[in-house]
């Protein structure tokens, strides 16, 4: 059974840091590429961070650049999310995603997807 869960989430001040973490069973991990998709209230989902598990290549969004960092244990099947300088804006749920292979498209392509964790940053 495929099995994607994000956790880590929670509620914060800006300024504030929170890791992420996604958690992954039932694939091949290390042939895939894992992303991390938040959707804030009433706004459409957005790819802001990916990780490609083959060769450890990262992509980020402009809105996060510079203060969020992906990484991963392809030993423990994990990847993990560490979110810096947190603002506002980056209220929302966070999902993470899988697609085999590299890291393609924000949103598209997912093969699996998991359930969501929030986070809350008050200003």
């Known amino acids: 059974e495929v099995q994607l869960q994000a956790s880590g989430g929670g509620s914060v001040q800006a300024g504030g840091s929170l890791r992420l973490s996604c958690a992954a069973s039932?694939?091949?991990?290390?042939?895939?590429?894992i992303s991390w998709i938040r959707q804030a209230p009433g706004k459409e989902r957005e790819g802001i961070s990916c990780?490609?598990?083959?060769?450890?290549?990262?992509y980020y969004v402009d809105s996060v650049k510079g203060r969020f960092i992906i990484s991963n244990d392809n030993n423990k099947n994990m990847v993990y999310l560490q979110m810096n300088n947190l603002k506002p804006e980056d209220t929302a749920v966070y999902f993470c995603?899988?697609?085999?292979?590299?890291?393609?498209?924000?949103?598209?392509?997912?093969?699996?997807w998991g359930k969501g964790t929030q986070v809350t940053v008050s200003s």
């Open positions: 995603a899988a697609e085999r292979g590299w890291c393609s498209n924000w949103l598209g392509g997912k093969n699996f």
């Open positions: 039932g694939f091949a991990f290390s042939d895939y590429a």
């Open positions: 990780i490609g598990n083959r060769d450890n290549s990262t």
